[in-house]
T-cell receptor, first 113, second 114 residues
Framework: EAGVTQFPSHSVIEKGQTVTLRCDPI?????LYWYRRVMGKEIKFLLH????????ESGMPNNRFLAERTGGTYSTLKVQPAELEDSGVYFC???????????FGSGTRLTVV | AQSVTQLGSHVSVSEGALVLLRCNYS??????LFWYVQYPNQGLQLLLK??????LVKGINGFEAEFKKSETSFHLTKPSAHMSDAAEYFC????????????FGQGTTLQVKP
């Protein structure tokens, strides 16, 4: 089966610009998660979708971040406007219901300059 | 609240030597525990997971981990390191069967010397 795919793999934007990250989970996986790793820190949970619904968005840093999951398939994470502290690697993961072994994507490395 | 502590941000071993990566967790409920590995320029790959069955969990690539409730530990071991094991390793904990949110440790970079 195809894995979790993230686009783009790298993005460099200027402070104040908008960036949209995309995640395509494994087909049929109801659960989709976003995580972020800021340089030198641990990987932190951002939010969790079950199908198209947000199950838990307690990790979203502020209202500059907007996540959507269209029709329960792919998901986008938009940062608007981007700030320097948003730089890091954004990981997406998916799993089927009741499965605790997530499949992670390769991540999007976001650099805000 | 749950938390994970990985002792040692960098561990260096010689090829063929024992690998021991330490992980301690804090959880108010029976935890689910995981080890992930990240090779350069790749995503996180599941090595193994503990889900309240056997306390000694065997994973891929010869790795295993033992859940010790009394010590709140879930250390990762491999009897003989290979050059290809060089990567960053993450311990993670989850408390709920519903959310599945993972709490990660800070990661341990394993260096394998020839």
């Amino acid at each position: 089966e195809a894995g979790v795919t993230q686009f783009p793999s790298h993005s460099v934007i200027e402070k104040g610009q908008t960036v949209t990250l995309r995640c395509d989970p494994i087909s049929g996986h109801d659960n989709l998660y976003w995580y972020r790793r800021v340089m030198g820190k641990e990987i932190k949970f951002l939010l969790h979708f079950v199908k198209e619904s947000k199950q838990d968005e307690s990790g979203m840093p502020n209202n500059r971040f907007l996540a959507e999951r269209t029709g329960g398939t792919y998901s986008t994470l938009k940062v608007q406007p981007a700030e320097l502290e948003d730089s890091g690697v954004y990981f997406c993961a998916s799993s089927s219901r009741g499965n605790y072994g997530y499949t992670f994507g390769s991540g999007t490395r976001l650099t805000v300059v | 609240a749950q938390s994970v502590t990985q002792l040692g941000s960098h561990v260096s071993v010689s090829e063929g030597a024992l690998v021991l990566l330490r992980c301690n967790y804090s959880s108010s409920v029976p935890p689910y525990l995981f080890w992930y590995v990240q090779y350069p320029n790749q995503g996180l790959q599941l090595l193994l997971k503990y889900t309240s069955a056997a306390t000694l969990v065997k994973g891929i690539n010869g790795f295993e981990a033992e859940f010790k409730k009394s010590e709140t530990s879930f250390h990762l071991t491999k009897p003989s390191a290979h050059m290809s094991d060089a990567a960053e390793y993450f311990c993670a904990v989850s408390r709920s069967s519903n959310t599945g949110k993972l709490i990660f440790g800070q990661g341990t970079t394993l260096q394998v010397k020839p």
